[in-house]
């Protein structure tokens, strides 16, 4: 049986852009990132307590600016 088709989800602050990255909630909480200008390449996947660790240090500027 193959696979349903996932549904990604880009930030509306890139408008049209390709140039941004594009998020996918897995069943179990987790979260898959993939680089919107290649869909079909690598995709990184976080459980969800690595998700939520990077959305609270991302909150708090754990990473600096870009």
Known sequence: ???P???WYKS???SNSNACV???PTDDGGMK???SKNPN???LTFSGDEWTAFIKGATHGEFGKA
Do not use: L, Q
Request: with cysteine.
């Open 22 to 24: 594009e998020v996918c």
């Open 1 to 3: 049986m193959s696979e």
């Open 12 to 14: 509306t602050y890139s």
């Open 5 to 7: 088709e996932s549904t």
């Open 33 to 35: 990132v993939r680089d």
């Open 41 to 43: 390449g690598a995709i």
